[in-house]
């Protein structure tokens, strides 16, 4: 099918939840993705941070490839090798020391959800219950996870939402201090915000929050599932400030562009789960393991890691040569590879352009466009990327 006809079939059978670009990928190599009628685009989303290692990577197609071959799914009533194995990668290379799977970044975080209030239920006490998150935070779209998630826009119309969450603004200590109550058990925070802006919480802010959770018993959860797995330059955002969560959520980059979460957690913590209190039909299935095993071995070298550092600071200091050469411009923001500006003109207008010049980026909250590369970019596909950004922006002074 062309793209015409995809679009019109899609609009006939499949359910209208997405503000769809009229343009139908079906193919990628690396940093690069097709369309249906066969041009060829600079991808600076990535599935929304999913394609970290870029599009059909080899080691990953490999190990989908051989783990289809011997075993795809059996029930989580058994031992999985290929999950097994992951498991220990990631405890291994993290600070945390027990890990749930499943099959997405919202349900990774509904299980964390889940497991604050057993911990709290045992440790705590039955009035302690209250998850305190960020204004601006995006914490997945089942309806717990849309309830953590501070932003009235993706709660409209979904009414009675469940209770005990409570709100306050991101990088303001002092209003968190004031927020927390006799009934609160957790505070649930993403130390990157991607879907708010590409909000980036300050490093004296984060050892605040910290201590607030050791005097006050309450636990400490960072959803990185936007920015963990090396788009920080770190394999987790958390090591920036030095600091360890009791739970830590992850999904997208995981399994190379396989569906899969994963729901970590200290020892103690992770304890207060039993057999019978969490389950995932397919979380962890031998073909997402084996995926995410090859992904993370990945993601997790030191030297990708270094690398990823450097392209990221080349980045910014393009991005920051736009910001001076235009003044709707407002602010270069993010960490690593997860980057945003902020700008006063119409931000779709520029993501448009964009697009029809070769190169597809996203706009956040109207006023950030959001850059999301594959970590594996060279310098030279930078280059390219901000010489059509330049050309966009300079459409819209």
Not at 242 to 259: Q, S, V
């Amino acid at each position: 099918m062309n793209t015409e006809e995809i679009i019109k079939n899609g609009q006939q059978y499949v359910m209208n939840t997405y503000g769809r670009l009229p343009m139908a990928l079906v193919r990628g190599e690396g940093v690069y993705v097709w369309d249906a009628d066969g041009n060829k685009y600079l991808d600076f989303v990535a599935g929304l941070a999913v394609n970290s290692l870029g599009h059909c990577h080899p080691a990953v197609v490999e190990a989908i490839r051989e783990q289809a071959g011997t075993l795809m799914h059996v029930s989580n009533i058994y031992w999985i090798e290929p999950q097994v194995r992951l498991a220990e990668s990631l405890v291994k290379n993290s600070a945390l020391d027990k890990v749930f799977f499943c099959n997405s970044g919202a349900e990774a975080n509904e299980g964390a959800i889940k497991l604050a209030r057993k911990y709290a239920r045992k440790y705590l006490g039955n009035d302690k219950y209250e998850i305190i998150t960020m204004e601006k935070s995006f914490h997945g779209r089942t309806l717990a996870a849309i309830t953590a998630t501070a932003q009235p826009k993706y709660q409209k119309d979904l009414d009675p939402l469940p209770g005990g969450f409570k709100y306050v603004p991101f990088n303001d200590i002092a209003a968190l201090q004031e927020a927390v109550s006799l009934h609160t058990c957790a505070i649930m925070m993403e130390p990157v915000q991607g879907e708010g802006g590409v909000n980036v919480a300050d490093y004296e802010y984060m050892q605040k929050v910290k201590q607030l959770c050791d005097e006050r018993g309450l636990l400490l959860i960072f959803d990185e599932v936007q920015c963990g797995l090396a788009r920080t330059g770190k394999l987790f955002a958390y090591e920036h400030y030095g600091i360890e969560p009791d739970i830590m959520t992850l999904a997208k980059a995981i399994a190379g562009g396989f569906p899969m979460g994963a729901l970590l957690a200290k020892d103690k913590v992770a304890d207060c789960f039993q057999p019978g209190d969490h389950a995932s039909t397919f979380g962890g299935n031998p073909l997402a393991a084996a995926a995410a095993y090859a992904a993370v071995s990945l993601l997790a070298d030191k030297e990708f890691l270094a690398s990823t550092v450097e392209k990221a600071s080349y980045f910014q200091a393009k991005l920051n040569d736009l910001k001076k050469k235009y003044s709707f411009v407002t602010d270069v923001r993010g960490k690593g590879l997860i980057l945003g500006l902020g700008i006063t003109a119409d931000g779709i207008k520029i993501v448009e352009s964009c697009r029809a010049k070769g190169l597809l980026i996203n706009c956040v909250g109207s006023n950030v466009l959001r850059f999301l590369p594959p970590l594996i970019i060279s310098f030279e596909d930078i280059d390219n990327a901000v010489k059509i950004l330049d050309e966009a922006m300079g459409e819209s002074r």
